[in-house]
């Protein structure tokens, strides 16, 4: 079955970084499209990245343009995700997301805090 297992997150002060990792399993991750999603505290859950299969496309949310970079690895099924300057406000469970043969599947989510 699919799986996706986020990793990385944790504590930051304003202005660190941080790389988020997805492992994926259970389909070819090579043939799909792959997407970061955030959702901070009584917020809707966000796009934030995406990337196309080969990884040669790549997509932003305008806030977090020239901050975050997705990327990914088809030899590793692992799609990552770079985050730089963070700030407070990016302070959210991060999801990496799939969408294939019309269902969405998530991970657990990896949690990340901007704070002094």
């Known amino acids: 079955q699919v799986q996706l297992v986020e990793s990385g997150g944790g504590l930051v002060q304003p202005g660190g970084s941080l790389r988020l990792s997805c492992a994926a399993s259970?389909?070819?991750?090579?043939?799909?499209?792959m997407n970061w999603y955030r959702q901070a505290p009584g917020k809707e859950r966000e796009l934030v990245a995406a990337i196309s299969s080969a990884g040669g496309g790549t997509n932003y949310a305008d806030s977090v343009k020239g901050r975050f970079t997705i990327s990914r690895d088809n030899a590793k099924n692992t799609v990552y995700l770079q985050i730089n300057s963070l700030k407070p406000e990016d302070t959210a469970v991060y999801y990496c997301n799939v969408r294939r043969v019309g269902l969405v599947y998530w991970g657990q989510g990896t949690q990340v805090t901007v704070s002094s």
């Open positions: 259970g389909f070819t991750f090579s043939n799909y499209a």
